[in-house]
């Protein structure tokens, strides 16, 4: 790979540590140029979206007459996927299944807020529990292939576990907390956002250093549920919060007045692993930042400023200490020891292409996704 000169965008703060990235004369990034092009002209919040949402909300109901539920919804207790849930009950008038998935990483916190959330919306729960020791043997896997991507087992528990679950019971739609407020930036695949479940890559990275077989770990390629549970069986993933106005500190505010829902200190802290990956191993380790896509996506969206961001971004989340302590708990949770994981996290970078994948595969089917107008992000 050719070493490019440091840069970084004059309007949001993605930078070169995006190998990808491209700057006009002005110097603003490709992924500011895509939101300006691709996606606000097709994003409608006003009276349009409400319009849109109302067809929807009527489309669903109707499909889940003599239904217990008509829709399904997966639950972190983080702010999306909450605020999904507000709305699919309050403004949609929808009979949500919450679907929550224990992975053995909940925060307190997390757990408290879907209990508010249950309770305060009246909806049902349904948990389903990881088997832990299939979930830490993958897990630790991943770790000794030393790639970016080590929130994808994880995803891959969650996302797996709630289609696999919506499609044994006939639920045909899936809500997601999903949106292009606070995600309009997506992360690139070199900071581990690898585009979905890719069950070749895992089978490879997990036969090189799993230690047991996996016996009950859901596992759906994403080819199986984009093709044949959405194009075949008719499974629709519905976004609404991308039709209604969605704020961050607002929807965290109303949350909190509403059902006594607690904010976190920064995206995806509801999981006590992601946040440790996200906060400590990925920049410490790669040099990747993935709040430069969070804070970037609230600056297009008007929610931050850029130098609020830089501000923020010149700190870690967490201090020292507890960033210490958390190394341990997460040493320890994994079966291994402190001077172990150190070992790994010393260990030689590598990356998905150093593993069996079928990344090229994927990659046509988000090209064919974007010229069709099915994703509007940015993806690469």
């Known amino acids: ?194 585009p979905g479940i890719d069950k070749t890559l895992f089978k490879d990275i997990h036969r090189r250093f799993g230690q047991r077989e996996l016996k009950t770990f859901p596992l759906v390629d994403i080819l199986v549920y984009k093709l044949y549970y959405q194009k075949i069986l008719g499974m629709e993933i519905v976004k609404p919060l991308n039709l209604v106005p969605y704020i961050k500190k607002d929807a965290e505010a109303e949350l909190e007045r509403r059902f006594g829902w607690q904010k976190f200190q920064h995206k995806h802290h509801e999981s006590r692993f992601t946040r440790f990956y996200e906060d400590y191993w990925m920049p410490r380790k790669f040099g990747y930042h993935k709040r430069r896509a969070h804070f970037s996506s609230l600056i297009l969206t008007g929610q931050m400023t850029r130098e609020a961001a830089l501000e923020r971004l010149s700190r870690p989340e967490m201090d020292e200490h507890f960033l210490k302590q958390e190394f341990e708990y997460v040493a320890n949770k994994l079966g291994l020891s402190v001077d172990e994981l150190q070992g790994i996290f010393d260990g030689e970078n590598r990356t998905y292409r150093d593993y069996s994948n079928k990344r090229w595969a994927i990659g046509i089917g988000a090209s064919a996704m974007r010229m069709l107008g099915l994703e509007r992000r940015l993806f690469r």
């Open 1 to 194: 790979m050719i070493k490019r000169e440091p840069q970084m965008c004059t309007r949001c703060i993605m930078d070169t540590s995006d190998p990808n990235i491209s700057f006009d004369a002005q110097g603003v990034c490709d992924y500011c140029n895509n939101f300006d092009k691709v996606i606000q002209p097709n994003w409608d919040t006003g009276a349009a979206g409400s319009a849109e949402l109302d067809a929807l909300s009527e489309k669903i109901r109707a499909s889940g007459k003599g239904q217990p539920f008509d829709c399904i919804i997966g639950l972190s207790g983080g702010l999306d996927s909450s605020y999904a849930a507000f709305i699919a009950k309050e403004r949609m008038g929808l009979r949500p299944l919450l679907f929550h998935v224990d992975a053995g990483w909940n925060t307190d916190q997390a757990v408290g807020n879907i209990e508010k959330l249950v309770d305060g919306l009246g909806l049902d729960l349904y948990t389903e529990v990881i088997n832990w020791q299939e979930m830490k043997d993958l897990q630790v896997a991943f770790l000794h292939a030393q790639i970016a991507d080590q929130d994808l087992p994880q995803d891959a528990a969650f996302f797996s576990a709630l289609y696999k679950f919506a499609r044994k019971n006939r639920i045909k739609y899936v809500l997601t907390g999903s949106n292009f407020s606070t995600e309009c930036c997506r992360e690139p695949e070199e900071w581990g956002g690898y």
